[in-house]
């Protein structure tokens, strides 16, 4: 069983930064690819960022603004988001998709936190 334990969310002014952490435990054999994810009152949920192990990929509207990176060691993914806009105001979840030895591939996600950017 993967585990993912999302922190780091909370409330800014507009401008300012947070980093989000999420930390993968369990039985994981390879990862093929860890993100960042949001969802909006009223929205679907949506790509911010992921990263695997040849590209990193942003969405246009965090570009410049926000990092994802990965500490391989402690298999855990994080995403400074500077800047921060009233519109970036969701709930981010983190996302891991791994692969097995017999083929399986497995797509986990995290509880999400709350992330509330004041203007």
């Known amino acids: 069983q993967v585990q993912l334990v999302e922190s780091g969310g909370g409330l800014v002014q507009a401008g300012g930064s947070l980093r989000l952490s999420c930390a993968a435990s369990?039985?994981?054999?390879?990862?093929?690819?860890m993100g960042w994810y949001r969802q909006a009152p009223g929205k679907q949920r949506e790509l911010v960022a992921s990263l695997t192990a040849a590209t990193t990929h942003y969405v246009d509207f965090v570009k410049g603004r926000f990092t994802i990176s990965t500490d391989n060691a402690k298999n855990t993914v994080y995403l400074q988001m500077n800047s921060l806009k009233p519109e970036d105001t969701a709930v981010y979840y983190c996302?891991?998709?791994?692969?097995?030895?017999?083929?399986?591939?497995?797509?986990?996600w995290g509880q999400g936190t709350q992330v509330t950017v004041s203007s």
């Open positions: 369990g039985t994981i054999f390879s990862i093929n690819r």
């Open positions: 996302n891991l998709v791994a692969s097995y030895p017999l083929g399986q591939i497995q797509v986990h």
